[in-house]
């Protein structure tokens, strides 16, 4: 931490769990990028430390993160709740903050209470539909009572707006879906497509199913694992190609493992089920697929799949409650497959696809026109333009329901 702070622009702080790869962390420091280039101070805040980053920090962006909890707080477990908050709150006024932003819903409510006795606007992002990631009842309670507090709701999608507002009181919003950053970062890792797969046993014009993100179950690639036999069956040198599971273990699971292990239950496919890891050049893993597909259970605003259309994929994706429908016409710029679609529904949509090179090309055409409707410079202005509406609002006194 600082001892000397620069206050010659407004400090914006935003504060997320971690900088791990996901798509909430990267739009965590696209918000901060936007808000440096029109001349805020912003100040990214984790609880994680500092090494587990795994995107770089942008130019003009400040970088802190929360002390490591001494023995004894570890050892109060939840019961220590209330003294982290009051060490965020203790931050907040040394660092004189002027906004602040949750990033996702757990540290959203913690800023929440940080906040709520101090002269900061509070400003909440959701990274996902609500209902479908089940809270544990203390964070359930404690978003109920929260939530209504936050001067401005930051929301990706209109149904989770809706949500938001009938079931938390969240009235104040703004829609802010992601935007298509182009051209695409690049960072380290970023190995080369045809060398990885060429050493991997892949030829160079083999077909090639690309799918990526770091939590297996949500993405529903159990499904994609169960789709992906079935095609392969038929189809003898589709490969198929997994970015964005880590090697080591999630929450306890070796993810790999297991998708592996399922698939040696429907056949000997092993050798066409790829995992890269975690890369930083997508652009070249989305130029080298033919196919995108993102067999999600639930999503907020799948970036993945916003990138995957801008670079010209022909996508395929889940119907869940929210997001894919958000970019995805059916039949024009990507297909839509019900919620309920089996893997043999999957795969027949995809044997169709691999086979019809003109509709492929159609659907991978107009998916670019993501560029148009989902463009940076008119999300950053309307997201800059909210936040200084909330720090005029805090200096005139007649911020929502702190106003003395």
């Known amino acids: ?38 001349g805020w101070t912003p100040v990214v805040l984790t609880r994680q430390p500092l090494g587990r980053d795994f995107y770089p ?8 993160a929360e002390p490591v909890d001494p023995d004894w707080l570890k050892r109060l477990r939840w019961f220590g709740f209330p003294w982290r908050v ?15 932003i949750g990033m996702t819903t757990l540290p959203a409510i913690k800023l929440l209470l940080a906040t709520r006795p101090l002269a900061v606007p509070c400003v909440v992002s959701e990274r996902n539909y609500p209902p479908a990631k089940r809270l544990a009842m203390p964070w359930r309670l404690l978003r109920r009572l929260t939530y209504p507090w936050a001067d401005l709701h930051l929301v990706q999608t209109r149904s989770t707006g809706k949500w938001l507002a009938n079931k ?7 829609l802010l ?8 970062p690049r960072f380290d ?50 490969q198929l190609v997994i970015l964005g599971l880590a090697s080591t273990t999630y929450h306890g699971m070796d993810q790999q493992a297991n998708l592996r292990a399922l698939l040696a239950q429907h056949g000997d496919f092993q050798a066409r089920l790829h995992f890269p890891g ?13 196919i995108y597909v993102l067999p999600s259970r639930y999503e907020g605003f799948p970036n993945v799949l916003l990138e995957a259309m801008a670079a010209g ?7 869940c409650l929210t997001g894919p429908a958000d970019l995805i016409e059916n039949g024009r710029n990507g297909l839509l497959m019900p919620v309920d679609a089996s893997p043999m529904d999957w795969a027949e949509a995809l044997a169709e696809l691999l086979a019809d090179t003109t509709r492929r090309r159609s659907l991978a055409k107009q998916a670019l026109d993501v560029h148009e409707r989902f463009a940076q410079q008119a999300l950053r202005q309307s997201f800059c333009k909210a936040l200084a509406g909330l720090q005029i609002a805090d200096h005139q006194g007649i911020r929502n329901g702190k106003d003395g």
């Not at 620069?6 to 901060?32: F, H, M, N, Q, W």
């Not at 975690?278 to 033919?290: H, K, L, T």
């Open 57 to 64: 920090i942008p130019a003009g962006v400040e970088r802190a």
């Open 189 to 238: 890792p970023a190995p080369d497509p045809e060398s990885w797969l060429a050493a991997a046993g892949v030829v160079a014009d083999d077909p090639l199913i690309l799918a990526a993100g770091t939590k297996a179950y949500q993405k529903g690639f159990d499904r994609l694992v169960q789709t992906f036999a079935l095609l392969a069956a038929r189809s003898p040198r589709v």
């Open 313 to 319: 994929c022909a996508c395929v994706a889940s119907d």
């Open 86 to 100: 009051q060490r965020l709150r203790c931050w907040i006024r040394r660092e004189r903050v002027a906004v602040a």
């Open 1 to 38: 931490m600082k001892d000397v702070v620069d206050v010659s622009s407004p400090r914006v702080l935003l504060y997320v769990d971690s900088l791990k790869i996901g798509g909430a962390e990267r739009i965590t420091l696209t918000l901060a990028q936007w808000l440096y280039q029109e």
């Open 278 to 290: 975690r890369v930083g050049n997508m652009m070249d893993w989305y130029q080298r697929a033919g």
């Open 177 to 184: 879906p992601n935007p298509v950053q182009w051209p695409l």
């Open 168 to 174: 938390v009181g969240a009235k104040h919003q703004l």
